[in-house]
């Protein structure tokens, strides 16, 4: 039998053993775990409150072993305590002293204390686990007393992103609240999750369709989940008003759970009392995971499928899910098991291709970094320190000068504690494809092996990504996106976005401008923002909020590149990766010598991400002819390029019309 155990000590009691070597509620615990009682979860722990649940016999037997802990731990006589017995449960008293009560947490106590601790092993869900064990501390109480009614007129607000669990925590909350016998749920699809939206579509309803199925006798008995997201907005709360008071008649028949996005606080209490208007609201927020959260589900999902990992893996998993966020669409432990099941099939692919399978001397269980490199395009092996990187950049001879001596103010700084620290946020002014995003990676290196930053890790954002969709999203979705980037950079490109001075900047752009604004302040030692965008547009973002030019007195220009800077970034490229002759290279020459100067400096050239479409094109090029040829290798010719550069992408452009080989 499982059986709740709570023990509350008075605080004036608590008071006259504060100087004691050990405070009175740790003496109880230990005393109590030293019994190693089987399956003993602790639920709550205070100073003056302790609170778990373990196996035993039954509750006046788990209820004489306490009473003695009890008085050995105050000290006090037996006949100072008060015993009384009531159904199920074993109650103890000492005046002025303590309180402690055991009992059964129901007939299908096995079956509760699984579907509880399903919900305690959680990671994150804080609220939403106190509101379970509330539900749980108090189940006995409405049982004895008969009033469910107090228990199936509540209804439950939750704000939460996509892809953090909701359907397994409605899931779970079902099980616990069928467990303690609170609600009988219908066999047939006990959870339902339903969109509303002003359009019936394929994935949703209209407000007269939901009220429709819910007022169906067949579909009663259920766990519903309405997700309200597209009526957040002011001008629709009387409508779902409406909804809700229709909702008032049938609420015997369902559990309701109301899913909005993670809001703002304000925002959050703003629906939560529209809704509070109608219907008794308990309101739980879900906090968006940050890495360390992130992590753990990773390892879990990779110890439950029987596996472990080198702690330099995760290096690589990191750097998955910065991909994986640079596009703003990060869907939680759903990416996370995404990016963990890759994991995996990699591992499988190389003890494969090693040998590694049937070789029982190798630990086939342990995922190792070079199992997983593929994991990350952008992962940096770290072959080279970051100077050495930046180094090999063609053109950055001067943003190479300008970084070592930011590096060489900081660590001087660092070292000599009478100096304030600069702050490091940048400002990066250049035309595309110069180079910004390439140098904002190999900052977070730098930073990293300097010891200025502690991960080095690289986010990569475009200012769209900080603004949400509904009024009060905005704040957290850039506090979240800021929290992941503690320790490392956050690269913000097209960051003029977000203010341009006129009637096209947004109310969004504004309140994600004044959230960065004070992450940068309070951060301003644990992370990097890089903005990026043409100086001119740079120039009006910082008239958007006038603390923002004072916390980013860093401002790197990248100048956009010569005919010759683009033609060895072009044959950087090349030799990187494929043989060549001479009248290939000549070609490239001339070619890039024939650019036009007003298409270079045009708002429209792409300087290295032009050159780079140019070379990919070249060699899919002799790929083709390769292929049709029968020949494996490759080795990039005259003709390539001529093909290549012939397309209306790459020939218009050209200052004369007379081209090489034609």
């Known amino acids: 039998m499982i059986v709740n155990i709570q023990i509350t000590l008075e605080p004036d009691f608590v008071l006259t053993r504060q100087y004691s070597e050990v405070l009175p509620i740790e003496d109880i615990k230990n005393k109590i775990q030293a019994l190693s009682l089987q399956d003993m979860l602790i639920d709550e722990e205070s100073l003056t409150r302790l609170s778990f649940k373990a196996e035993a016999e039954g509750c006046e037997g788990a209820g004489k072993i306490i009473l003695q802990i009890l008085i050995e731990a105050v000290g006090l006589p037996e006949d100072r305590f008060i015993v009384k017995t009531e159904e199920n449960t074993y109650i103890i008293s000492c005046d002025g002293i303590l ?36 539900i749980l501390l108090v189940s ?48 047939k699809q006990p959870v339902v999750e339903i969109r509303l939206s002003a359009k019936s579509e394929p994935d949703s309803m209209t407000i007269p369709e939901a009220i429709e199925a819910l007022y169906s006798e067949d579909e009663t008995d259920k766990l519903v989940c309405l997700d309200i997201s597209e009526y957040l907005e002011k001008s629709k709360h009387n409508e779902l008003k409406t909804f809700l008071t229709k909702l008032v008649a049938v609420q015997e028949s369902y559990i309701f759970f109301f899913r909005i996005p993670f809001l703002e606080p304000d925002a959050f209490n703003s629906i ?10 308990r309101a739980i927020s879900v906090q968006p995971f940050n890495n360390e959260e992130l992590k753990e589900c990773a390892v879990r999902a990779v110890t439950q499928a029987g596996y472990s990992a080198e702690d330099i893996v995760w290096d690589v998993f990191f750097s998955r899910i910065c991909e994986e966020k640079s596009d703003g669409r990060f869907y939680g432990i759903q990416s996370v098991m995404k990016v963990v099941y890759e994991m995996l099939w990699l591992k499988a692919k190389s003890d494969s291709l090693k040998g590694n399978a049937e070789d029982k001397t190798i630990d086939n269980k342990l995922i190792l970094q070079n199992d997983i490199l593929e994991l990350s395009p952008t992962f940096n092996k770290k072959t080279k320190d970051g100077f050495d990187a930046l180094a090999e950049l063609i053109g950055m001879e001067k943003i190479s000068e300008r970084i070592r001596e930011i590096v060489a103010q900081v660590k001087l700084a660092i070292e000599n504690k009478t100096m304030d620290r600069p702050c490091l946020h940048m400002r990066f002014a250049g035309a595309p494809g110069t180079g910004k995003t390439t140098v904002a990676r190999i900052l977070g290196q730098i930073f990293r092996e300097n010891g200025i930053l502690r991960n080095g890790y690289f986010f990569e954002y475009s200012a769209r990504d900080l603004c949400g969709e509904y009024i009060g999203q905005t704040a957290p979705k850039t506090s979240a996106i800021c929290r992941d980037a503690y320790g490392s950079v956050l690269f913000i490109d097209e960051a003029y976005a977000l203010y341009q001075g006129d009637d096209r900047n947004s109310d969004y752009g504004r309140e994600a401008l004044t959230t960065l604004v004070s992450e940068m302040e ?42 010759k800077q683009l033609y060895d970034i072009f044959m950087s490229f090349v030799e990187k990766h494929f043989k060549y002759d001479t009248e290939f290279a000549n070609a490239a020459s001339e070619y890039f010598d024939s650019l036009s100067k007003d298409y270079m400096q045009s708002a429209e050239f792409a300087n290295a991400r032009f050159v780079r479409n140019l070379y990919e094109r070249c060699w899919s090029k002799a790929a083709m ?29 050209l200052a004369i019309k007379s081209r090489i080989g034609f």
């Not at 607000?157 to 079902?174: P, R």
């Not at 939560?272 to 609201?281: C, G, H, N, Q």
């Not at 494996?632 to 093909?643: G, H, N, Q, S, Y």
């Open 625 to 653: 002819r390769s292929s049709m040829s029968g020949y494996k290798d490759i080795t990039l010719k005259k003709e390539d390029f001529i093909a290549a550069s012939s397309e209306k992408e790459f020939s218009e452009k």
């Open 272 to 281: 939560r009392k529209v809704l509070a208007d109608i219907l008794y609201i």
């Open 99 to 134: 309180s402690a009560q055991v009992s059964e947490i129901g007939a299908n106590a096995p079956s509760v204390y699984d579907s509880f601790k399903n919900i305690t092993d959680k990671v994150g869900w804080e609220e939403f686990k106190e509101l379970c064990q509330e």
């Open 140 to 187: 006995p109480q409405i049982k004895r007393n008969g009033i469910y009614k107090s228990f199936l007129f509540q209804n439950f607000l939750i704000s939460v992103d996509d892809g953090y669990g909701l359907s397994t925590a409605l899931d779970d909350f079902k099980q616990l609240i069928e467990d303690l016998e609170l609600f009988k749920f219908s066999e």
């Open 522 to 563: 309070n951060h301003r030692d644990d992370m990097v923002v890089v903005m990026a965008g043409y100086k001119d547009d740079m120039n009006k973002l910082m008239e958007g909020n006038a603390g923002l030019r004072s916390r980013m007195p860093f401002l790197l220009e990248f100048e956009s590149y010569d005919r």
